[in-house]
């Protein structure tokens, strides 16, 4: 079955300056790839997604890349803010037209904005 | 429009003892998951739904048994608590869009001890 790994466990980061997280995953059959953050106490969030016929998806602050041949993708954060604070999870799956989303995560990366 | 709720948020068992774990959510969505959130391994699903009525295996579903009588609802039961169950466990709901599911919603998740 699918795994992922995700890299690194925790990532301390002045305020203004760029966080990047990686993950790589097995299964070359996995074609949809979620962030998803989480605050303390909350569940987590989708931040943003990229399907693998796409290199590089781009949200204001947050970009994710994906590199198939290599089944690696990373997480872009620039211009960190202390809300930004957070455990970022990364997740891939097959998505097949219909049928339920069997995410499998990586391991989690807390991230932490130094003022 | 509450999203997706869980009852209750806290929980301290015994072993051996029984309980159920009741997810709702009020997006009309097809799917629902369970998870179990470990520190170190992310998130892992236990089992999920693709309808009323209907349940499947995930990817750690021994010693969890699942239902969803109703669309809205889906329920997480414990038989016979262990301590290796103690976890924060998370639902989790999403629906069919263009190309198959997306978003998966999460809910605030419930804190399990078990003695």
């Known amino acids: 079955g699918e795994n992922v790994e995700q890299h690194p466990s925790t990532l301390s980061v002045q305020e203004g300056d760029s966080a990047v997280i990686k993950c790589t995953y097995s299964d070359s059959a996995s074609n949809y790839f979620p962030w998803y953050k989480q605050e303390l106490g909350k569940g987590p969030q989708l931040i943003i997604d990229?399907?693998?016929?796409?290199g590089e998806k781009k949200d204001q602050r947050i970009a994710v890349t994906l590199n198939k041949t290599a089944k690696h993708f990373s997480l872009h954060i620039t211009e960190t803010q202390p809300e930004d604070s957070a455990v970022y999870f990364c997740a891939a799956s097959i998505l097949r037209g219909r049928g339920a989303q069997k995410l499998v995560f990586g391991q989690g990366t807390r991230l932490t904005i130094n003022p | 429009n509450a999203g997706v709720t869980q009852t209750p948020k806290f929980r301290v068992l015994k072993t051996g003892q029984s309980m159920t774990l009741l997810c709702a959510q009020d997006?009309?969505?097809?799917?629902m998951y369970w998870y179990r959130q470990d520190p170190g391994m992310g998130l892992r699903l236990i089992h999920y739904s693709v309808g009323e009525g209907t349940t499947a295996k995930g990817e750690v579903p021994d010693g969890y048994n699942v239902s969803r009588l109703k669309k809205q609802n889906f329920l997480l039961g414990l038989e016979s608590a262990a301590p290796s169950q103690t976890s924060v466990y998370f639902c989790?709901?999403?629906?069919?869009?263009?190309?198959?599911?997306?978003?998966?919603?999460f809910g605030p998740g419930t804190r399990l001890t078990v003695l």
């Open positions: 997006m009309n969505h097809e799917y």
């Open positions: 990229i399907r693998s016929n796409v």
């Open positions: 989790a709901s999403s629906y069919t869009g263009t190309g198959g599911t997306i978003e998966q919603f």
